[in-house]
């Protein structure tokens, strides 16, 4: 073999090299301005929620135009003072508990057991009865507020926090979450189950829900976040201060603010209500993104 050769054929292996650091470098900048992108969209996004912050802590007297831009004169906690007054917080916040908790606890149940049977069950009518379920999908939740109205007049609970849960313990999202998360589980795992004498149960509690706890996790997400934020519902079914959540006892400060434009005092009770929401997310934040992704929700 000739000294030209052998040139050749180091060029021939240094030339892959090169090409993987080009494209390396490529996807450095692809990566640098997505990330660029990503941080100013978040921003965009987080504007609300610093207008809040800023105005909650800005004095009553103060117009925006007047002091420090952020804060005007003086940092001041007497937005946060006068929205506590306001309204009975502590109820509201343990109504708003009770019925996040309670709704997310029959919903795991119901959307098990359905999530199963749509799986791995078979019976007469299977997809149609699925079918009928996700149509609640597209309904709009305000077309169905006067009949479930009517039938918690009917069933006596109007104006208890039973009337609060009751709508939302069976979830279409939940039942197509959890039969899909199902299906993706081996059917030899619960055959070998069964040959043990392992009953329905026992295969759901010792095979599935194991192996769907990602899912779970997302879901209960999602749930959690809707039923905190809901407000028209519940300041409809309710008429005391004990049984109405944190989000009607907000509309107090949108009262208040008739007369005088609180602004400060409004914006300070909407970092109460959120508040527990956001801590959540900061401490679980990795696991939030690790549950969504591995459930497959986009």
């Not at 509201?92 to 009770?98: A, D, E, P, W």
């Amino acid at each position: 073999m000739t000294h030209n050769d052998n040139k050749a054929q180091t060029k021939n292996k240094r030339e892959p090299k090169n090409s993987d650091s080009s494209a390396l470098q490529k996807r450095n900048r692809w990566s640098i301005a997505a990330d660029l992108f990503t941080a100013l969209f978040s921003l965009f996004w987080l504007l609300p929620l610093i207008f809040a912050i800023l105005m909650a802590f800005r004095p009553r007297a103060d117009v925006l135009t007047n002091g420090n831009v952020f804060f005007g004169s003086e940092i001041t906690f007497a937005n946060f003072q006068a929205a506590w007054n306001v309204a009975p917080w502590e109820m509201h916040f343990i109504t708003s508990v009770i019925v996040v908790f309670g709704v997310l606890f029959v919903q795991l149940l119901t959307s098990t057991l359905a999530g199963y049977a749509f799986a791995k069950m078979r019976f007469t009518g299977k997809n149609i009865l699925l079918f009928l379920i996700l149509l609640q999908l597209m309904i709009p939740t305000g077309v169905l507020l006067v009949q479930n109205l009517a039938t918690v007049r009917s069933l006596g609970v109007f104006d208890t926090r039973w009337a609060l849960m009751m709508p939302y313990w069976g979830s279409a999202f939940g039942i197509l979450l959890m039969r899909q998360t199902f299906r993706g589980i081996p059917s030899d795992l619960e055959e070998a189950a069964r040959i043990d004498g392992a009953n329905t149960a026992q295969v759901l509690w010792n095979i599935y829900i194991p192996l769907s706890i990602p899912t779970y996790v997302a879901f209960a997400l999602v749930s959690i976040s809707a039923r905190w934020n809901e407000f028209l519902w519940p300041f409809i079914v309710t008429r005391t201060e004990e049984v109405r959540p944190l989000t009607v006892g907000l509309n107090k400060l949108f009262q208040s603010t008739e007369s005088g434009a609180l602004y400060g005092q409004l914006m300070a009770g909407t970092l109460i209500v959120i508040a527990p929401l956001v801590i959540l997310f900061i401490l679980f934040q990795r696991r939030f993104i690790e549950s969504f992704a591995q459930s497959g929700i986009k």
